[in-house]
């Protein structure tokens, strides 16, 4: 047996061509046979056509490269919810832009590991240079900001929590509204934190008096509140300056979950939104929602590198001492991970080529495309709208339909491989969730989408 090519090296780039070229015709044809956002049938029909593919999946005799590529990158894009249909519109799940996924395939390629320089000369570099564009992008007027790159916002929110534990000798307390992200609460159990506290958000958002009061009752305890910037259900904004106001009042740290809403700064149109984010002591982003970037791409920042000591670490043959005097830089106090990605690779490629302007003209872009939905619905007769989007999200539902039959009319377009939208719970009532992340959706898209929910209700 002849022993495979690498992909890297000069002969790299040869022994990739022809497998390329069977991937970009797989994604093609698997595309055009699944026919719309997702595989009509539900998961026992995914589930077969997957076994088929893939069976059996560890032969005594291998099938060889194109055997076995060609059919289970069809199978996979055959039974793909695609998020760069425009019907395929549930989760924070953005269509990545052709671009980052090219310069992420330069990177699996490259395989650089982001725990020790001589594993990644030029990449840990690079990342050196994304964290701080970021950092400085998030706290404009900080002397010494900083950010890691993490694997999306739960590990961006769980290690700003282990952060602000490490600066207190008690235990902390994390206090944060109903409508943050599930990971906080979590993040809190993980580390052996007393039970988060949770303020009631009846209006969607953390209200300023609540916390206050919230607060009060935890004199001479060390709390972190973590604010949100565009919640997983409805994308809305909490009031990011009266919260600081009130952390700073009763010396509460204060993190903001910006994970979904951050790439507001890039939009000279809406970054006002985002008034008060640089009062906070470090801040989760994550582009591969906002920033239309392949899986991972998240970041925390803080307003001071100083906040990151508590991750320094030493393993000998990694980050040697007499290694760093030396001058080679020490990788492994950037992550609680070892092994990791260059991620800051694709994102890296992707503000250079499209800048400030063109990433807030997406963000605009879809924005703008979330506030011709809500027009739409709320126009429409057998629609109710929730409220006017805060940024890409819109809940919806039938107007004389129960929560019963809103889960049952999502559940049939899933069936169907009509549409993906997701649902949300608001005010007591179950909704369908719009999260538009496609810029290349069209008002007619958003049509077809109305026009489906429509017919598939109940009379």
Aim: charged share 20%; proline share 9%; with cysteine.
């Amino acid at each position: 047996m002849n022993t495979p090519p690498l992909a890297g090296g000069t002969a790299g780039p040869d022994a990739l061509a022809p497998l390329l070229a069977a991937v970009l015709d797989a994604l093609r044809t698997g595309a055009l046979d699944r026919g719309g956002p997702l595989p009509a049938g539900g998961p026992t029909t995914t589930a077969r056509r997957v076994h088929t593919a893939a069976h059996p999946l560890l032969p005594d005799h291998g099938t060889g490269p194109e055997a076995a590529l060609g059919p289970l990158v069809h199978a996979l894009t055959q039974g793909a919810a695609d998020p760069a249909d425009p019907l395929c519109a549930a989760h924070l799940h953005a269509p990545p832009l052709a671009l980052a996924a090219a310069a992420d395939l330069a990177a699996s390629v490259l395989n650089p590991s982001l725990d020790s320089w001589d594993q990644a000369p030029a990449a840990s570099a690079l990342e050196a240079e994304l964290t701080r564009t970021l950092a400085r992008e998030t706290y404009p007027a900080a002397d010494h900001p900083d950010a890691l790159l993490t694997t999306g916002g739960t590990e961006a929110n769980q290690l700003a929590l282990l952060l602000a534990r490490e600066r207190h000798p008690t235990p902390l307390h994390l206090v944060h509204g109903a409508n943050a992200h599930h990971s906080l609460p979590r993040a809190a159990w993980l580390l052996g934190l007393p039970a988060s506290h949770t303020v009631p958000t009846p209006t969607g958002t953390l209200d300023p008096d609540a916390l206050h009061h919230t607060l009060a009752a935890l004199t001479g305890h060390p709390v972190l509140v973590a604010a949100t910037a565009g919640t997983t259900d409805s994308g809305a904004i909490d009031p990011l300056p009266a919260l600081a106001d009130v952390c700073a009042a009763h010396g509460a740290d204060l993190h903001v979950d910006a994970a979904y809403g951050g790439p507001l700064l890039f939009s000279d149109r809406r970054k006002h939104a985002l008034h008060g984010l640089d009062r906070a002591h470090s801040v989760t982003l994550d582009l591969h929602k906002l920033g239309w970037q392949p899986v991972a791409a998240g970041i925390l920042a803080v307003h001071h590198t100083g906040r990151l000591d508590p991750l320094q670490h030493t393993a000998d043959y990694l980050n040697s001492h007499d290694d760093t005097e030396a001058g080679l830089p020490d990788l492994l106090g950037r992550s609680l991970r070892t092994t990791r990605r260059p991620d800051a690779f694709k994102m890296a490629v992707t503000l250079r080529a499209l800048g400030r302007d063109g990433l807030g003209a997406l963000v605009d872009q879809v924005c703008d495309l979330a506030a011709t939905l809500a027009d739409r619905i709320h126009h429409h007769p057998a629609l109710t709208l929730h409220a006017r989007p805060a940024l890409s999200t819109v809940l919806f539902r039938p107007a004389d339909a129960d929560d019963d039959q809103v889960a049952a009319v999502r559940r049939t377009l899933l069936d169907d491989g009509h549409a993906v939208l997701g649902r949300a719970r608001a005010e007591g009532r179950l909704w369908l969730k719009a999260t538009l992340l496609n810029p290349h959706t069209q008002p007619g898209d958003l049509d077809r989408m109305l026009k489906l929910v429509e017919g598939h209700t109940p009379r």
